[in-house]
């Protein structure tokens, strides 16, 4: 009976551990006044995944989860772009503080939104499938170049149900959507 017992609370204890892929981090300027910035453009981030079109789909749900605060003007994306060309942006997923400077004037914008995809699409352990994302943004005070946020995000994975049972783990939409939440609640910490 003891032994029993003992068997169902490591089950317990073992279920508790293996939950899905849930971490992140985040590093705010304690001398920016955030509430100053009006508006900002996001810059086209950077893919490190194997999904061609990871970055591009990860922006446009950043941008839209940050116009739907209604904090921030948030410059489309082709003006954003344009202004980058102006400016002569050498890499724009990764602007020097004198781009910065640069692209925030001609945008009138106070911070420039950058990022990396590092990680996006399906995981396999074993037989096991779910889908995960990795991405980590950074702001930048568009009068100095300096970074004043940045904020990291991985969501998805497999889970032990997922072992389990199998099912495939959450839709990449829901993951990425997850994912995009986290870093816009820690922006606005």
């Not at 985040?26 to 970055?55: C, H, K, W």
């Not at 772009?81 to 990764?94: L, M, T």
Request: aromatic content about 6%; hydrophobic content about 45%; some cysteine.
């Amino acid at each position: 009976m003891a032994s029993r017992g003992i068997l169902w609370a490591f089950m317990v204890a073992l279920l508790a551990s293996c939950g899905p892929m849930v971490t992140g981090s985040a590093y705010r300027d304690p001398n920016m006044d955030f509430g100053a910035i009006q508006s900002v453009g996001v810059m086209p981030f950077q893919n490190l995944s194997r999904e061609a079109t990871a970055a591009d789909r990860v922006r446009d749900v950043f941008i839209n989860r940050l116009l739907s605060t209604g904090a921030v003007y948030v410059h489309p994306v082709g003006e954003v772009a344009r202004a980058a060309a102006r400016s002569e942006i050498q890499s724009p997923a990764a602007p020097s503080p004198d781009e910065v400077i640069k692209l925030g004037a001609l945008l009138k914008a106070q911070a420039i939104i950058t990022g990396v995809v590092q990680e996006y699409g399906e995981m396999r352990s074993g037989s096991s499938t779910a889908n995960a994302i990795s991405v980590s943004v950074q702001m930048l005070e568009a009068q100095t170049g300096k970074i004043v946020w940045t904020a990291s995000s991985t969501k998805g994975g497999i889970d032990i149900w997922d072992r389990l049972f199998g099912g495939g783990g959450r839709p990449m939409n829901d993951v990425t959507r997850g994912a995009v939440n986290d870093l816009i609640d820690k922006l606005f910490k």
